[in-house]
Each structure stands twice: as C-alpha cells, then as structure tokens.
C-alpha cells in the first residue's frame, strides 16, 4: 500500500533530523539528537491531545527540524541575541517543512496552518499554538529537566521553572503534575510553584 502523504512528511521530517551529528544517549543507545526530540514530541503530543490534527502531528514532529544548521555561538552571548537565534531558528524550521509538505502535495492553507504553529504564533489565543507550547514544555520536563537542573544553580533552575509554567495552559499543568521528578527536582518544582 502506498504510503500517504501524512506518512511520507513524517518519513521526511525524520530523514532530516537523522543527519544531526549532534547524538543523545537514551537507555544506553545514541540517537541523532533532534531525531530522538521529535519522536518525542510526537510521543508526548498524542498522550497530551490523542486527537490531534494532523497540522498539529506535523508541526510537533518539525519543531527543531535541522536545527543545528544554525549555532547558538553565531549570535551574540546575550539576551537579544538568543532571542535572534530563537526567530531565525523558528522560520528556518518552517520553511524546511513547508518546502516538505508542497512536496508531498499538501495545500497551501494546510503548508500555512503547519507554518504558525511551528513558529508557536498567537500562543494563548490559538489552541493548536498553545498545544504544541504545553508539549514542547511537557518534553523538556520529562526528559531534559533533570539534566538541565544539574547544570545550573537552584535560583536558575527555579526562574526557568516559572517561565515555563507560564507558558502553559491549565491542561498542561495538571499533565506536567503527573510526572516522575527525582526528590531534589520535585522539591525545585515545588518552591518555583510556591
């Protein structure tokens, strides 16, 4: 059977993040690092949404599509510049995928749909944006928190904390709630909570 064109994005989007050389070890294997996040992402999205549409499978699974093509290092060390970084990554990672999805044949009302929720537009406003930033949240606190937490001071930890908390929407906390955090993350979690 032929495979459709939801399948053949997804294959494709994979195809990319597989040539990260960038590797992530998980369970003793190594992974091309943004191969393994977007399966994740995908993961997570059908726990949180099983629904979900199939713009929003695809802009889950696209978040950080090649996106070590362009280095943190090549824009300055500051705020602004990590915020730069942050929006040129964001329309790389659009494009990338837009490119995929007229491809394959998709409409340019779907390539569009998939375009902003990537770039995470009218989060708060538009539910399938607020989705994939309650996922992209929920990803990185269950698998990339505690690694994170051990890397920085409690103070830092605490303030990421409550900048991501504040990113998500009431489904998204009581999903966030029902995580395994080690004693010490779940004592962080509980004072940036406070």
Same mark, same amino acid.
């Given at each position: 059977? *032929?495979?459709?064109?939801?399948?053949?994005?997804?294959?494709?989007?994979?195809?990319?993040?597989?040539?990260?050389?960038?590797?992530?070890? $998980?369970?003793?294997?190594?992974?091309?690092?943004?191969?393994?996040?977007?399966?994740?992402?995908?993961?997570?999205?059908?726990?949180? #949404?099983?629904?979900?549409?199939? @713009? &929003?499978?695809?802009?889950?699974?696209?978040?950080?599509?090649?996106?070590?093509?362009?280095?943190?290092?090549?824009?300055?060390?500051?705020?602004?510049?990590? =915020?730069?970084?942050?929006?040129?990554?964001? #329309?790389?990672?659009?494009?990338?995928?837009?490119?995929? =999805?007229?491809?394959?044949?998709?409409?340019?009302?779907?390539? #569009?749909?998939? $375009?902003? %929720?990537?770039?995470?537009? =009218? /989060?708060?406003?538009?539910?399938?944006?607020?989705? /994939?930033?309650?996922?992209?949240?929920?990803?990185?606190?269950?698998?990339?928190?505690?690694?994170?937490? @051990?890397?920085?001071?409690?103070?830092?930890?605490?303030?990421?904390?409550? *900048?991501?908390?504040?990113?998500?929407?009431?489904?998204?906390?009581?999903?966030?709630?029902?995580?395994?955090?080690?004693?010490?993350? &779940?004592? %962080?979690?509980?004072? @940036? &909570?406070?």
């Amino acid at each position: 059977m *032929k495979p459709t064109r939801f399948e053949t994005a997804i294959a494709l989007i994979d195809q990319k993040n597989s040539k990260d050389p960038n590797t992530y070890e $998980s369970n003793g294997l190594s992974f091309p690092k943004e191969l393994l996040y977007s399966q994740r992402m995908s993961q997570k999205l059908l726990q949180f #949404k099983p629904n979900a549409s199939r @713009a &929003l499978q695809i802009a889950a699974r696209a978040q950080h599509i090649c996106r070590w093509e362009i280095g943190r290092k090549e824009y300055p060390m500051d705020r602004i510049g990590y =915020l730069k970084w942050r929006e040129t990554l964001k #329309k790389m990672h659009a494009e990338i995928t837009t490119d995929i =999805l007229k491809d394959v044949g998709y409409e340019e009302e779907f390539t #569009k749909r998939v $375009s902003i %929720l990537i770039n995470k537009k =009218l /989060i708060k406003k538009n539910e399938e944006s607020q989705i /994939i930033e309650d996922v992209i949240c929920l990803v990185f606190l269950d698998y990339y928190f505690e690694e994170f937490a @051990a890397k920085h001071t409690d103070e830092k930890v605490i303030d990421i904390l409550q *900048k991501t908390w504040k990113k998500m929407s009431k489904n998204g906390h009581a999903e966030a709630l029902k995580l395994k955090f080690s004693e010490k993350s &779940l004592s %962080l979690v509980k004072q @940036a &909570l406070a």
